[in-house]
């Protein structure tokens, strides 16, 4: 039988959903280790239910991304095992803003001018 300090974080992992509340899906493997997947670790997409994603007593793979010795529990991802794993990082173009500028520097900068008005449409 296994134990806690069996797992590593990266591992891939099958068990069985155990519970499901608003904050996560609880897994159980056969060795009796258990293990949380937060709902913030369901999908890259917003989750409005948990229930949309899994099921009870339905065998789930997941990513070990956290090991709680302290409370001998798996923290773990759906997200994780996706191939598409970077977060989608969406840019926000202002207009005569050039494309190398990042951060929010150049909103301060900018501001005074399009608080003038010279950027209205």
């Not at 499901?20 to 239910?49: C, Q, T, W």
């Not at 899994?54 to 773990?76: G, N, P």
């Amino acid at each position: 039988m296994s134990t806690i300090d069996d797992y590593k974080a990266g591992m891939t992992v099958y068990g069985c959903v155990t519970g499901i509340k608003p904050y996560g899906a609880f897994v159980r493997f056969d060795d009796g280790v258990s293990g949380l997947i937060h709902i913030s670790e369901i999908s890259n997409g917003f989750v409005r239910n948990i229930d949309s994603y899994v099921k009870v007593d339905e065998y789930v793979m997941a990513k070990v991304i956290d090991i709680d010795k302290e409370h001998k529990q798996l923290r773990l991802s759906f997200k994780a095992l996706s191939r598409n794993t970077r977060r989608y990082n969406r840019k926000i173009k202002f207009p005569g803003m050039p494309e190398n500028i990042k951060g929010f520097g150049t909103i301060r900068d900018k501001m005074p001018e399009w608080v003038k008005g010279e950027y209205d449409d």
